[in-house]
């Protein structure tokens, strides 16, 4: 970066307060050599032209070294931020890409579905003709091909340095007070040669054989020099299990590890701890990459139990695919009612999810008010038998709701059928 440039990239005509002082301070901390630099300021002195004009000092394309990470990343914790940063114009070549989740396909019949749950999304090499044109895909190719790229915190902890933004020059993080909590959150552990012990060099001796005092030594070195929190044991090792828990740390089994993957650890231990542990049946849905906060929600009970009754599996895949986490019995196979959902999001949507399962069995399911309405319509063959419908051909058709002709007189599917209603309370 040029810290040089901090003032011609101020973007309002004038300073007020202490923002030129702070761009001057700002610049001579970076030209001491220091690769990071806190300003703090208060609420409504403008850091957000600050952050602007420290992004305008990084390297740019067609200018500087191009075999160096050029633009700069502007990131911020709080979405109501970013909202900010939109409706100034003084910030207008900040161009901002949001998580899939805020943006709609626009296929036919899928323009209520977000990007997140849009068909490039659910299904496997799905080759989307529009999708040049699709509102997430556009903002994303152009933040990726500006100077500066604006957006979430959670969306740069996944996105930054990937192929489409590439290595930038500089980051700015508006907001940055909690960033321990949410680099925790995101942080990666790579373990190799530099960070676990080289057993090969090291030659332990066979765990199963170690005294409590060699075993502890070598198990404490590994999980300091590694970072690592938990350990995965196999279970014929039950002294390295014990020596692992002595030592403060977790065991987990293969289910655990299977089940978190991907899910950041911050979230796994808080949910664990709120609403139930990954061996009682927490398991994480499709939302839980995504989801910056959560809150957990009971599902109605008996439209649960309904739909499991009907299709177990599209009932977990409904659950699965708009939570952050749910809980489940039997192994993980069967959802309960208990689910996390992103903050912002209610349970409406995994309603009408559970409706569609509703849908395979009833012949017709809609809302009324605080209820869902289930209705079917049932066939009485005594009734068909008393009208001297034989049986036969004939059964199977007003079964499926057609009239029929028995000795010259026609039977409508109403004299031998009710329809049956079922109300869910969701409320
Ligand atoms: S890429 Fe296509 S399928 Fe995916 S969200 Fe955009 S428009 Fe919909």
Same mark, same amino acid.
């Given at each position: 970066m040029d810290p040089s440039r901090i003032h011609d990239a101020f973007p309002a005509p004038d300073y007020r307060g202490a923002q030129e002082q702070a761009l001057d301070d700002v610049r001579a901390a970076f030209e001491a050599g220091n690769d990071v630099v806190l300003v703090r300021a208060p609420t409504g002195s403008g850091k957000s032209l600050l952050a602007r004009a420290i992004a305008g000092c990084a390297r740019q394309a067609n200018v500087d070294d191009p075999t160096k990470p050029v633009g700069a990343y502007y990131t911020t914790p709080q979405v109501s931020q970013l909202d900010d940063v939109a409706a100034d114009p003084l910030l207008s070549d900040l161009s901002i890409v949001r998580g899939k989740g805020n943006y709609k396909c626009i296929l036919p019949g899928e323009t209520d579905t977000p990007v997140n749950r849009a068909p490039c999304v659910r299904e496997t090499d799905f080759d989307c003709q529009v999708k040049h044109r699709c509102p997430y895909f556009s903002d994303r190719e152009i933040a990726a091909n500006r100077a500066i790229a604006a957006m979430t915190l959670a969306y740069f902890m996944q996105t930054a340095g990937s192929d489409v933004f590439g290595q930038r020059d500089v980051v700015v993080i508006d907001e940055a007070h909690g960033l321990g909590t949410w680099a925790e959150m995101y942080a990666t552990v790579e373990l190799g040669p530099d960070t676990v012990p080289v057993w090969d060099e090291v030659t332990p001796p066979e765990i199963g054989d170690l005294d409590d005092a060699a075993a502890r030594a070598v198990i404490r070195q590994a999980f300091e020099q590694s970072a690592a929190t938990h350990a995965l044991v196999a279970e014929d090792h039950p002294n390295v299990r014990d020596v692992v828990t002595d030592l403060g740390y977790r065991v987990i089994g293969e289910t655990w590890l299977r089940e978190t993957t991907g899910v950041p650890l911050a979230r796994v231990r808080r949910l664990e701890a709120e609403v139930a542990t990954v061996e009682a049946g927490l398991r994480f849905g499709e939302a839980a990459v995504d989801a910056d906060e959560c809150h957990d929600v009971t599902?109605?009970?008996?439209?649960v139990e309904t739909a499991r009754g009907i299709d177990q599996d599209a009932t977990l895949e409904a659950i699965h695919d708009?939570? /952050?986490?749910? /809980?489940?019995?039997?192994?993980?196979s069967r959802p309960a009612e208990r689910v996390v959902l992103a903050a912002g999001s209610d349970s409406e949507e995994l309603v009408e999810a559970l409706a569609d399962v509703l849908r395979q069995r009833y012949d017709a399911v809609e809302r009324d008010g605080d209820d869902l309405v289930a209705r079917e319509t049932v066939f009485y063959p005594e009734r068909a038998a008393t009208l001297g419908v034989p049986e036969g051909p004939k059964f199977g058709r007003l079964a499926a709701g057609e009239t029929v002709e028995v000795d010259g007189?026609?039977? +409508? +599917?109403?004299a031998v059928s009710e329809t049956r209603e079922d109300r869910f309370s969701c409320r």
């Amino acid at each position: 970066m040029d810290p040089s440039r901090i003032h011609d990239a101020f973007p309002a005509p004038d300073y007020r307060g202490a923002q030129e002082q702070a761009l001057d301070d700002v610049r001579a901390a970076f030209e001491a050599g220091n690769d990071v630099v806190l300003v703090r300021a208060p609420t409504g002195s403008g850091k957000s032209l600050l952050a602007r004009a420290i992004a305008g000092c990084a390297r740019q394309a067609n200018v500087d070294d191009p075999t160096k990470p050029v633009g700069a990343y502007y990131t911020t914790p709080q979405v109501s931020q970013l909202d900010d940063v939109a409706a100034d114009p003084l910030l207008s070549d900040l161009s901002i890409v949001r998580g899939k989740g805020n943006y709609k396909c626009i296929l036919p019949g899928e323009t209520d579905t977000p990007v997140n749950r849009a068909p490039c999304v659910r299904e496997t090499d799905f080759d989307c003709q529009v999708k040049h044109r699709c509102p997430y895909f556009s903002d994303r190719e152009i933040a990726a091909n500006r100077a500066i790229a604006a957006m979430t915190l959670a969306y740069f902890m996944q996105t930054a340095g990937s192929d489409v933004f590439g290595q930038r020059d500089v980051v700015v993080i508006d907001e940055a007070h909690g960033l321990g909590t949410w680099a925790e959150m995101y942080a990666t552990v790579e373990l190799g040669p530099d960070t676990v012990p080289v057993w090969d060099e090291v030659t332990p001796p066979e765990i199963g054989d170690l005294d409590d005092a060699a075993a502890r030594a070598v198990i404490r070195q590994a999980f300091e020099q590694s970072a690592a929190t938990h350990a995965l044991v196999a279970e014929d090792h039950p002294n390295v299990r014990d020596v692992v828990t002595d030592l403060g740390y977790r065991v987990i089994g293969e289910t655990w590890l299977r089940e978190t993957t991907g899910v950041p650890l911050a979230r796994v231990r808080r949910l664990e701890a709120e609403v139930a542990t990954v061996e009682a049946g927490l398991r994480f849905g499709e939302a839980a990459v995504d989801a910056d906060e959560c809150h957990d929600v009971t599902l109605p009970a008996r439209l649960v139990e309904t739909a499991r009754g009907i299709d177990q599996d599209a009932t977990l895949e409904a659950i699965h695919d708009r939570s /952050v986490a749910y /809980v489940t019995d039997q192994g993980g196979s069967r959802p309960a009612e208990r689910v996390v959902l992103a903050a912002g999001s209610d349970s409406e949507e995994l309603v009408e999810a559970l409706a569609d399962v509703l849908r395979q069995r009833y012949d017709a399911v809609e809302r009324d008010g605080d209820d869902l309405v289930a209705r079917e319509t049932v066939f009485y063959p005594e009734r068909a038998a008393t009208l001297g419908v034989p049986e036969g051909p004939k059964f199977g058709r007003l079964a499926a709701g057609e009239t029929v002709e028995v000795d010259g007189q026609s039977i +409508p +599917p109403e004299a031998v059928s009710e329809t049956r209603e079922d109300r869910f309370s969701c409320r």
